[in-house]
C-alpha cells in the first residue's frame, strides 16, 4: 500500500508559478511510475503530466512546455513545476502511482491516488 500526500496548491495571479509536491510512504518509490492529473470544476479528471521509474517524462499538450515533471527518488517525491500559469489551469491536481515503472497517461492504469491539492489562478 503506498500513501501519497500533495501539497503546494494555492493562489496565484496569471503568468506566476507554483511547485507541487506529493510525498509518498513505503521504500519502493523509484519502482513506480508516477503521474499528475487535475479536475476542474464540472469536468472529468485529465492527466497533466508522468515520469516513469527510469525518469521518461511525458505531457498533456496542453502544459507542455510549462510545466515540468520531477522525482526524488531518495526522499519519495514527486514534483510538478508549474510556470505561465493560465485561468484555465486551476483544478484540484492529484498525485498518482502506478504499480510499474512504465509511465502512462490513463488515469484508470494508476493504483494510488493522494487527496489532491487546489491550484486557483486568478486572471
Known amino acids: 500500500q503506498v500513501q501519497l500526500v500533495e501539497s503546494g496548491g494555492g493562489l496565484v495571479q496569471a503568468g506566476g508559478s507554483l511547485r507541487l509536491s506529493c510525498v509518498a510512504s513505503?521504500?519502493?518509490?523509484?519502482?513506480?511510475?508516477m503521474g499528475w492529473f487535475r479536475q476542474a470544476p464540472g469536468k472529468e479528471r485529465e492527466f497533466v503530466a508522468a515520469?516513469?521509474?527510469?525518469?521518461?517524462?511525458n505531457y498533456a499538450d496542453s502544459v507542455k512546455g510549462r510545466f515540468s515533471i520531477s522525482r526524488d527518488n531518495g526522499k519519495n517525491t514527486l514534483y510538478l513545476q508549474m510556470a505561465s500559469l493560465k485561468p484555465e489551469d486551476a483544478a484540484v491536481y492529484y498525485c498518482a502511482a502506478r504499480r510499474l515503472r512504465t509511465l502512462s497517461s490513463g488515469s484508470e492504469s494508476y493504483d494510488y491516488w493522494g487527496q489532491g491539492t487546489q491550484v486557483t489562478v486568478s486572471s
Open positions: 515520469i516513469s521509474g527510469s525518469g521518461i517524462t
Open positions: 513505503g521504500r519502493t518509490f523509484s519502482s513506480y511510475a
